[in-house]
Protein backbone atom coordinates (compact mmCIF):
# COMPACT_ATOMS: atom_id res chain seq x y z
CA UNK A 1 0.00 0.00 0.00
CA UNK A 2 1.17 3.54 -0.56
CA UNK A 3 2.25 6.19 1.74
CA UNK A 4 -0.47 8.79 2.68
CA UNK A 5 0.13 11.75 1.20
CA UNK A 6 -2.41 14.07 2.83
CA UNK A 7 -1.21 17.50 1.08
CA UNK A 8 -1.50 16.53 -2.06
CA UNK A 9 -4.92 14.98 -1.79
CA UNK A 10 -5.88 18.39 -0.23
CA UNK A 11 -4.49 20.17 -3.45
CA UNK A 12 -5.74 17.57 -5.76
CA UNK A 13 -9.37 17.58 -4.08
CA UNK A 14 -9.24 21.79 -4.07
CA UNK A 15 -8.02 21.63 -8.07
CA UNK A 16 -10.86 19.13 -8.47
CA UNK A 17 -13.81 21.45 -6.84
CA UNK A 18 -12.54 24.19 -8.80
CA UNK A 19 -12.72 22.46 -12.39
CA UNK A 20 -16.58 21.30 -11.49
CA UNK A 21 -16.71 25.48 -10.19
CA UNK A 22 -18.45 24.54 -6.89
CA UNK A 23 -17.79 26.75 -3.80
CA UNK A 24 -16.58 24.69 -0.78
CA UNK A 25 -19.49 25.22 1.05
CA UNK A 26 -21.33 23.50 -2.11
CA UNK A 27 -18.78 20.48 -2.34
CA UNK A 28 -19.11 19.89 1.60
CA UNK A 29 -23.10 20.44 1.43
CA UNK A 30 -23.17 18.09 -1.77
CA UNK A 31 -20.53 15.55 -0.02
CA UNK A 32 -22.65 15.17 3.35
CA UNK A 33 -19.15 16.80 5.38
CA UNK A 34 -19.16 20.38 7.36
CA UNK A 35 -17.28 23.01 5.66
CA UNK A 36 -14.84 23.13 7.96
CA UNK A 37 -13.76 20.09 7.63
CA UNK A 38 -13.23 19.88 4.21
CA UNK A 39 -11.60 23.10 4.42
CA UNK A 40 -9.04 21.24 6.66
CA UNK A 41 -8.93 17.92 4.10
CA UNK A 42 -8.24 20.80 1.23
CA UNK A 43 -5.07 22.14 3.43
CA UNK A 44 -3.81 18.67 4.48
CA UNK A 45 -4.38 19.05 8.18
CA UNK A 46 -7.36 16.27 7.98
CA UNK A 47 -6.93 12.41 6.70
CA UNK A 48 -10.40 11.49 5.25
CA UNK A 49 -11.58 8.01 5.59
CA UNK A 50 -12.20 6.01 2.34
CA UNK A 51 -16.00 6.63 3.19
CA UNK A 52 -15.54 10.53 3.12
CA UNK A 53 -13.35 9.92 0.10
CA UNK A 54 -16.07 8.16 -1.84
CA UNK A 55 -18.52 10.52 -1.00
CA UNK A 56 -16.61 13.22 -2.28
CA UNK A 57 -15.83 11.47 -5.63
CA UNK A 58 -19.61 11.36 -6.20
CA UNK A 59 -19.86 14.69 -5.31
CA UNK A 60 -17.12 15.94 -7.87
CA UNK A 61 -17.99 12.83 -10.57
CA UNK A 62 -14.46 11.36 -10.08
CA UNK A 63 -13.71 7.70 -9.80
CA UNK A 64 -13.71 7.33 -6.03
CA UNK A 65 -10.42 5.30 -6.92
CA UNK A 66 -8.86 8.54 -8.28
CA UNK A 67 -8.93 9.74 -4.68
CA UNK A 68 -7.83 6.75 -2.95
CA UNK A 69 -5.06 6.66 -5.21
CA UNK A 70 -3.83 10.17 -4.39
CA UNK A 71 -4.76 9.40 -0.38
CA UNK A 72 -2.37 6.77 -0.89
CA UNK A 73 -5.23 4.13 0.12
CA UNK A 74 -4.19 2.43 -3.29
CA UNK A 75 -1.59 1.91 -5.65
CA UNK A 76 -2.01 3.21 -8.74
CA UNK A 77 -1.21 -0.22 -10.39
CA UNK A 78 -3.81 -1.64 -8.29
CA UNK A 79 -6.17 1.10 -9.62
CA UNK A 80 -5.16 -0.37 -13.25
CA UNK A 81 -5.69 -3.46 -12.60
CA UNK A 82 -9.41 -2.84 -10.58
CA UNK A 83 -10.42 -0.90 -14.50
CA UNK A 84 -9.93 -4.40 -16.33
CA UNK A 85 -12.04 -6.83 -14.10
CA UNK A 86 -14.91 -4.45 -14.84
CA UNK A 87 -13.96 -4.16 -18.97
CA UNK A 88 -13.54 -8.20 -18.90
CA UNK A 89 -17.42 -8.68 -17.35
CA UNK A 90 -18.68 -6.05 -19.56
CA UNK A 91 -16.87 -7.82 -22.54
CA UNK A 92 -18.31 -11.02 -21.58
CA UNK A 93 -20.97 -12.12 -24.46
CA UNK A 94 -21.51 -15.22 -22.64
CA UNK A 95 -23.60 -13.71 -19.90
CA UNK A 96 -26.55 -11.20 -20.00
CA UNK A 97 -26.74 -7.77 -18.87
CA UNK A 98 -28.77 -8.46 -15.90
CA UNK A 99 -26.13 -10.92 -15.12
CA UNK A 100 -23.25 -8.41 -15.84
CA UNK A 101 -24.76 -5.88 -13.76
CA UNK A 102 -25.11 -8.23 -11.01
CA UNK A 103 -21.43 -8.88 -10.67
CA UNK A 104 -20.16 -5.40 -11.52
CA UNK A 105 -22.02 -4.68 -8.02
CA UNK A 106 -20.83 -7.70 -6.39
CA UNK A 107 -17.37 -6.52 -7.30
CA UNK A 108 -17.89 -2.98 -6.07
CA UNK A 109 -19.04 -4.18 -2.69
CA UNK A 110 -16.27 -6.34 -2.72
CA UNK A 111 -13.96 -3.50 -3.54
CA UNK A 112 -15.49 -0.84 -1.18
CA UNK A 113 -15.20 -3.45 1.77
CA UNK A 114 -11.51 -3.98 1.09
CA UNK A 115 -10.68 -0.28 0.81
CA UNK A 116 -12.70 0.27 4.11
CA UNK A 117 -10.34 -2.37 5.83
CA UNK A 118 -7.42 -0.79 4.09
CA UNK A 119 -8.29 2.79 5.86
CA UNK A 120 -8.89 1.42 9.00
CA UNK A 121 -5.54 -0.54 8.80
CA UNK A 122 -6.74 -4.02 8.48
CA UNK A 123 -4.89 -5.64 5.66
CA UNK A 124 -6.72 -8.57 3.77
CA UNK A 125 -4.29 -11.43 2.19
CA UNK A 126 -2.61 -10.52 -0.97
CA UNK A 127 -0.27 -12.09 -3.14
CA UNK A 128 2.51 -12.06 -0.83
CA UNK A 129 0.36 -14.01 1.83
CA UNK A 130 0.09 -17.03 -0.45
CA UNK A 131 1.70 -20.37 -0.35
CA UNK A 132 3.64 -22.13 -3.17
CA UNK A 133 0.36 -24.35 -4.09
CA UNK A 134 -1.97 -20.40 -4.31
CA UNK A 135 -3.77 -20.93 -0.73
CA UNK A 136 -3.42 -18.57 1.94
CA UNK A 137 -1.23 -19.28 5.25
CA UNK A 138 -3.25 -21.51 7.96
CA UNK A 139 -5.16 -24.08 8.13
CA UNK A 140 -6.46 -25.68 5.40
CA UNK A 141 -10.39 -26.90 4.74
CA UNK A 142 -11.56 -29.44 6.90
CA UNK A 143 -8.36 -29.07 9.40
CA UNK A 144 -6.88 -28.06 12.21
CA UNK A 145 -3.66 -26.46 13.40
CA UNK A 146 -3.70 -29.38 15.26
CA UNK A 147 -4.53 -31.80 12.45
CA UNK A 148 -6.74 -33.60 10.58
CA UNK A 149 -10.51 -32.10 12.07
CA UNK A 150 -12.72 -35.55 13.14
Known amino acids: MASLNVGNLGEFLREQRRTAKLSLRQLADAAGVSNP ?3 QIERGLRKPSAEILQQ ?3 ALRISAETLYVQAGILDERDRED ?3 VPAAILADSS ?3 QQKQALLQIYESFRKETAHQRAAGHETPG ?3 ERADGRTEGP ?3 R ?3 GPAE
Request: aromatic share 4%.
Open 56 to 58: LAK
Open 140 to 142: SPG
Open 95 to 97: ITE
Open 82 to 84: LLQ
Open 127 to 129: PAD
Open 144 to 146: TAE
Open 37 to 39: YLS
